[in-house]
């Protein structure tokens, strides 16, 4: 019975969430915009979707859907995963997996800034091959 307890405990202080850097967690999306060239375009919020991105020590993921479970033509689903580095506010993704294929395989730069429950990802996203040159603006609120 001792060492089953003991097991246990050791899987309980595993599980324990990793509080040594302040971006590990689940994070929300409630702000988001796009300039390119001189055009401004508000991408989020947008009625009936959500979208969470998700950081553990060394990988991301994000992923968007609609909140009322469409189906077909309407339905509403993206996602993404891959890598990244921090260093103080200099953050980078390597973007392995999405479902806009064009845009796996390739390394973004940005600037990350958490206040409190805030974060904010701002940056250039540029791909050649697909024509992209926008500079994104993402606000998020840690998931409680």
């Keep these: 019975m001792l060492i089953i307890a003991l097991i246990s405990c050791k899987q309980s202080d595993n599980s324990q969430r990793d509080t040594s850097s302040p971006i590990l967690g689940t994070w929300k999306l409630i702000s988001s915009k796009i ?10 919020p947008i009625k009936n979707q959500e979208m969470i991105k998700i950081f553990n020590k060394d990988t ?5 859907q ?11 689903f993206d996602a993404g995963a891959g890598t990244y580095k921090l260093n103080g506010e200099d953050y980078s993704e390597h973007l392995e997996y999405c479902n806009y294929r064009g845009w796996e395989n390739k390394d973004f730069n940005f600037k990350l800034r958490i206040a409190n429950d805030t ?11 697909l024509n ?3 500079e994104i603006i993402e606000i998020y609120v840690r998931r409680k």
């Excluded at 974060?119 to 091959?129: A, C, H, N, R, Y």
């Design 35 to 44: 300039i390119a060239d001189e055009d401004t375009t508000v991408t989020f």
């Design 60 to 64: 991301f993921a994000f992923f968007k």
């Design 66 to 76: 609609d909140t009322n479970a469409s189906k077909g033509d309407s339905a509403v």
């Design 119 to 129: 974060l904010v990802q701002t940056g250039i996203e540029k791909i050649d091959s």
């Design 132 to 134: 992209v040159n926008q």
